[in-house]
Structure formats: structure tokens, C-alpha cells
């Protein structure tokens, strides 16, 4: 199995001048391949007896004139010279694709386009032959010793690095070839779980009945426009618009930082004492539609949860159920499977008139997705040729 593990690099001002100078090559030598892929590519087209462009290509033509022309690429790995050239070609054989493949607009990948220094991110990659580790220690090629925040966690080959910067951090993250053995979870049980805005998680067990949400992005709003109304006053490119925006950038980490873990302990915790795990498949896209919950809901990270649980649930060999997106899990009494179609989103408390049961909206919907293989055989609910939820 493949894994990546991601630390913080803490690098001193040498350290952090070499990986400027290597994200530096790797941003220039893809814009060079991008031009002259889009140079040979209008060449083709007027005339197909020459050649279409790929990226073996042409990294064999900066490598001809590299040594004359560019030689302060040498003072760093050499793969920040050729790895862009492999990305470049992957990136449009994946356009390619999509191109000619029938899917809607929104899902088809982007053209790639040009890197601006300050615009994009800064990285580059390192191959498995120039990557030792020692400790907490890694060797960066041309470079030395870089200290790092934490030890890798995993046993394996490593097969490649990269080195990246997030506001003013530098971080490596590695990929690595484990053979990972299976962790058992701690119970046999099954949990449905309910995300929400006001509370993340309302899960179905009786230990923790909600998992509360931070809204980190909620909490730092009111900071991050006042630095943007700042920002825009600013000269730009001064170095009091670079400062501020660089503390805008180390803010938006901040909240970004605050919500993974939150999702990390989420995932983990399921992960571990459930063996079967049921959520929603939520329409996330549908829901960010919604103008006056856009910004509460990007701020739960709904897709982040599913792919944390996704992985983390295979790891312990468990269960990922995913219920169907037209299941009517807020609708539908827990007690007696009974579909309420008139309950509104203000209506917080479920009453149910057949049975009389009196419960938590969302913890109603949570034992729903827990008894999800239940309420779908009881009778009370199916799926329409057109998806649409039916009643029985």
C-alpha cells in the first residue's frame, strides 16, 4: 500500500533561499515546456509531417541548452528541472482525455496554464535516489541535513519527496510503499452519523451523542477582512502589501489547520470503535447553492470527512456504508419507519404523530443511517426510476 506522510520542515535562512531558488526552476521549466508545447503544437497542426510535442521531448531540448543558457539550474536537485517536464505531459494527456470523454463542463480538468511567481504553489519534487532519512532528519540534494518536525511513522521504500510552502512554513511530504497490516477496530458495533452546521457530527451510539464543530473559519472572519481591507489600501508590491499578505496566508492556514484536525479526530475515533461506519451521500454542490449556508457549509469540509473516513475505515477493515443520496434520513421516524414528508429545516425536534416518539432532528437522522439496511426493508421507503425518493 502506498501512503504519504507530511511534516513541518524547520529550516534555517539557507535552507529556506535553496527552496525558493528550486521551486523557482521547477515554476520556469514548466512555463518553458508550456510554451514550447503550445509553439510545436501550432506547428503540427499547419503542418503534420512534424512531430506532436511531449515531454521527453522536450526536457531533451532544455537539456541541450541548459548548460549554456540556464546554468544556474545546477545549484539545485536535478529534479526540479525534469520532473515539471512529466507533470506537463500527464497534464495534458489527462485534458486529452476528458476532451474527447462525454462529461459535463464542470467535472472535465482545466488546460494547464502558466505558473506566476506568488500566484501558484510553491513545490518541487525529489526522486526515491536522492532522498535519505535519519531520525528526524532529511538530506535535501545539494543541499544537506534538514531538520524536521517528527520522524517518519511508517516502515517502507520511500519512493519520492516533495517539498512545498504553505504561507511562510516549508513542509516534505513523502511517499511511501508500506506493507501496512490491517489494525483491528475496537468494537463490532455499527454508527450512523449525521453531519450538520451547528454540530458536525451527531453520531447514533449512546458515548458521544455530537461531535461539535469549531467553525474555524467563522470565528477568524471578522480578523481576515480587516486585513483585507488593508491589504487593498496597500501599494502593491511594497513590503507592507507583502508583509500583510503573507499574514492574511498564515491566517487562512491557521483555519484551514484547525478544521483538519478537528476531521482527523472525527475520522479516528469512527474508525476505531466501529467496525461499520453508514453516512450520507451528501450533494455538497447542491447545498453550496444555497446563499445564506454556502460559507457554513464549505467550513464543515464534508468531502474531507468522507475521504478521511474512506481510507481510514479500509486500514482498520471496516465498513464505509454509503446510504443513497435520496434516502430520507431527517424525514423518516426511527421508531416505526414512518416518512414525514411536510417536516421542515426549522423543525429541530422529530415528532412522530404514528408512534408518538420525540427525538433530536439529527440524532433521529443518525439512528436512521444506522438501521439504514432496516428502514430501506421495512417498506416505507425506495428509489424511483428517475432517483427520486418514493413512499411506500
Known amino acids: 500500500m502506498k501512503l504519504a506522510f507530511k511534516t513541518q520542515l524547520f529550516a534555517n535562512n539557507k535552507q529556506r533561499a535553496y527552496f525558493a531558488q528550486a521551486c523557482g526552476v521547477a515554476r520556469f521549466c514548466w512555463n518553458w515546456g508550456l510554451a514550447e508545447w503550445d509553439k510545436q503544437y501550432h506547428a503540427h497542426l499547419q503542418d503534420t509531417s512534424m512531430p506532436k510535442p511531449n515531454g521527453k521531448a522536450l526536457k531533451k531540448c532544455l537539456n541541450a541548452i541548459k548548460k549554456t543558457e540556464f546554468p544556474w539550474m545546477y545549484q539545485v536537485t536535478k529534479y526540479a528541472a525534469q520532473q515539471p517536464f512529466i507533470f506537463l505531459d500527464k497534464a495534458f494527456e489527462v485534458w486529452f482525455k476528458d476532451m474527447k470523454s462525454g462529461k459535463p463542463k464542470h467535472l472535465k480538468k482545466a488546460r494547464p496554464k502558466f505558473k506566476k511567481k506568488g500566484k501558484c504553489i510553491d513545490s518541487f519534487y525529489v526522486g526515491g535516489d536522492q532522498v535519505k532519512v535519519n531520525g528526524s532528519k532529511v538530506k535535501v540534494p545539494n543541499l544537506g541535513w534538514v531538520t524536521m518536525a517528527e520522524p517518519i511513522k511508517y516502515g517502507g521504500t520511500i519512493k519520492n519527496m516533495t517539498i512545498s510552502r504553505q ?120 447545498m453550496m447553492k444555497n446563499s445564506n449556508l454556502a460559507r457554513s457549509i464549505a ?37 416505526c419507519y414512518t416518512k414525514h414528508p411536510n417536516l421542515k429545516l426549522s423543525d429541530r425536534v422529530f415528532r412522530c404523530p404514528n408512534c408518538g416518539l420525540v427525538e433530536d432532528r439529527d440524532k433521529n437522522a443518525s439512528i436512521n443511517l444506522e438501521n439504514y439496511s432496516t428502514a430501506c426493508s421495512a417498506g416505507n421507503y425506495a428509489v424511483g426510476d428517475d432517483g427520486s425518493a418514493l413512499a411506500a
Open 167 to 286: 504561507a511562510n512554513k516549508w513542509f516534505v511530504s513523502f511517499a511511501i510503499d508500506v506493507d501496512l497490516c490491517m489494525l483491528p477496530s475496537k468494537s463490532q458495533a455499527r454508527c450512523g452519523v449525521d453531519l450538520g452546521i451547528k454540530t458536525l457530527a451527531t453520531l447514533s451510539n449512546g458515548d458521544i451523542a455530537s461531535w461539535p464543530t469549531p467553525k474555524p473559519l467563522t470565528t477568524a472572519l471578522r480578523k481576515l477582512k480587516r486585513h483585507q481591507r488593508r491589504l487593498a489600501k496597500k501599494v502593491k508590491g511594497s513590503n507592507g502589501y507583502k508583509k500583510l499578505k503573507m499574514t492574511i496566508a498564515r491566517l487562512h492556514k491557521r483555519v484551514a489547520d484547525i478544521r483538519a484536525n478537528t476531521l482527523h479526530q472525527l475520522t479516528n475515533y469512527l474508525s476505531k470503535h466501529f467496525s461499520e461506519v453508514v453516512i450520507e451521500d451528501l450533494n455538497v454542490k447542491g
Open 299 to 335: 467550513d464543515i469540509g464534508a468531502y474531507e470527512f468522507r475521504r478521511q473516513l474512506t481510507y481510514k475505515v479500509a486500514w482498520r477493515e471496516g465498513t464505509l456504508t454509503i446510504a443513497d443520496r435520496w434516502f430520507p434520513s431527517s424525514k423518516l421516524c426511527s421508531g
